[in-house]
């Protein structure tokens, strides 16, 4: 009997890569056969194929639920992040987090993302131990980009020298205005400050810009001009496979920087970092006193009964499969991820 593991995330671009990587070790781990369950929806409109050239298999919605139906399967959740070897035919997880192997890190190592008992590299960046960051960076290598969106990529770092800008992810779209207050964060004014912080010692330094609100860029362009460069994106809905292929694109040029400055808790920030070799200079606008609200506010001391019982409900709906019929992401309906 054939043993299998399954990325199953429906999320954004950069959670299901996260996804992707974290049973890429437990493929090669535990010798399982990896499988992908890969929606399109309205936070990723484009298929794996279109952006990868790994032969994934990849399940249809029936076929997950052929799964559910049989019972024989592991579920990962967001806080169950610690892998270890099970007798179930299927491990599916959905989870947007890494997940680790015993002992990776220490209990209570995490500062950003603290699971219950605090194993967690989720946005921690250069706090990583060294043998963590190898072992994640291998299987990052295994992802190969579609050639025609790697050459894109190359061609325009190097005709727009690329790799000596300070980079900018500026993340707007569905967080702005998020309960929790995670929105309003790594504002665009705390962007801006910082860059004329910047241009204020140097004036001839550039700037990549990524970000997914075409205000912003324009608005960016408009105050800094020649020393703000921008990939030409012709869409900015993630529902769509063109926008889709230009967002791996302006996450690809990012990690080519010579710096990342970026947006608190976003995984597209985290992943440029990641595709950089994960030893690149980087920069999040977030104070310690943000931090520790945004904490407060999500492990419940400030939360409405409300929420509480839509995330206990969650948590049981999580358990099947089924579940990923939704057309919308998780997050929409788990308050405060």
Same mark, same amino acid.
Request: hydrophobic content about 35%; charged content about 35%.
């Given at each position: 009997?054939?043993?299998?593991?399954?990325?199953?995330?429906?999320?954004?671009?950069?959670?299901?890569?996260?996804?992707?990587?974290?049973?890429?070790?437990?493929?090669?781990?535990?010798?399982?056969?990896?499988?992908?369950?890969?929606?399109?929806?309205?936070?990723?409109?484009?298929?794996?194929?279109?952006?990868?050239?790994?032969?994934?298999?990849?399940?249809?919605?029936?076929?997950?639920?052929?799964?559910?139906?049989?019972?024989?399967?592991?579920?990962?959740?967001?806080?169950?992040?610690?892998?270890?070897?099970?007798?179930?035919?299927?491990?599916?997880?959905?989870?947007?987090?890494?997940?680790?192997?015993?002992?990776?890190?220490?209990?209570?190592?995490?500062?950003?993302?603290?699971?219950?008992?605090?194993?967690?590299?989720?946005?921690?960046?250069?706090?990583?131990?060294?043998?963590?960051?190898?072992?994640?960076?291998?299987?990052?290598?295994?992802?190969?980009?579609?050639?025609?969106?790697?050459?894109?990529?190359?061609?325009?770092?190097?005709?727009?020298?690329?790799?000596?800008?300070?980079?900018?992810?500026?993340?707007?779209?569905?967080?702005?205005?998020?309960?929790?207050?995670?929105?309003?964060?790594?504002?665009?004014?705390?962007?801006?400050?910082?860059?004329?912080?910047?241009?204020?010692?140097?004036?001839?330094?550039?700037?990549?810009?990524?970000?997914?609100?075409?205000?912003? #860029?324009? !608005?960016? =362009? /408009? %105050?800094?001009? +020649?020393?703000? @460069?921008?990939?030409?994106? *012709?869409?900015?809905? &993630?529902?769509?496979?063109?926008?889709?292929?230009?967002?791996?694109?302006?996450?690809?040029?990012?990690?080519?920087?010579?710096?990342?400055?970026?947006?608190?808790?976003?995984?597209?920030?985290?992943?440029?970092?990641?595709?950089?070799?994960?030893?690149?200079?980087?920069?999040?606008?977030?104070?310690?006193?943000?931090?520790?609200?945004?904490?407060?506010?999500?492990?419940? #001391?400030? !939360?409405? =009964? /409300? %929420?509480?019982? +839509?995330?206990? @409900?969650?948590?049981?709906? *999580?358990?099947?499969? &089924?579940?990923?019929?939704?057309?919308?992401?998780?997050?929409?309906?788990?308050?405060?991820?």
């Amino acid at each position: 009997m054939t043993k299998e593991v399954i990325s199953a995330c429906p999320g954004g671009l950069c959670n299901r890569l996260k996804c992707l990587i974290s049973c890429f070790r437990m493929s090669e781990e535990y010798n399982r056969k990896l499988k992908l369950y890969w929606p399109k929806n309205w936070a990723c409109g484009a298929d794996f194929k279109d952006l990868f050239e790994n032969k994934i298999e990849t399940l249809s919605l029936e076929q997950l639920e052929r799964i559910e139906k049989e019972g024989d399967y592991f579920f990962y959740t967001d806080q169950n992040n610690i892998i270890s070897l099970h007798k179930e035919k299927e491990i599916i997880t959905d989870t947007w987090r890494f997940c680790l192997f015993n002992k990776e890190v220490q209990r209570g190592f995490s500062k950003e993302v603290t699971p219950k008992i605090g194993e967690s590299i989720d946005f921690e960046y250069n706090r990583i131990p060294l043998k963590v960051k190898e072992k994640i960076i291998a299987k990052i290598k295994k992802l190969k980009i579609k050639k025609e969106i790697a050459k894109t990529v190359d061609n325009f770092a190097k005709k727009n020298g690329v790799s000596a800008t300070i980079g900018l992810h500026i993340r707007r779209g569905d967080i702005v205005d998020s309960k929790d207050g995670w929105g309003k964060i790594s504002s665009e004014e705390k962007f801006i400050e910082k860059i004329k912080e910047i241009l204020a010692k140097d004036l001839s330094q550039r700037f990549f810009l990524a970000t997914d609100s075409s205000e912003t #860029e324009n !608005r960016l =362009l /408009k %105050i800094f001009g +020649k020393n703000m @460069i921008v990939f030409p994106k *012709k869409i900015v809905k &993630r529902n769509e496979k063109e926008s889709l292929v230009e967002s791996l694109i302006e996450l690809l040029l990012l990690s080519k920087t010579k710096k990342i400055i970026g947006t608190y808790q976003s995984t597209f920030t985290e992943m440029a970092w990641w595709f950089g070799g994960a030893k690149k200079e980087i920069e999040i606008l977030a104070t310690e006193e943000e931090k520790e609200n945004l904490r407060k506010f999500r492990h419940g #001391e400030r !939360r409405s =009964l /409300k %929420i509480r019982l +839509k995330k206990t @409900i969650l948590r049981i709906l *999580k358990k099947y499969p &089924r579940f990923y019929k939704k057309q919308y992401s998780l997050r929409e309906i788990w308050v405060n991820q």
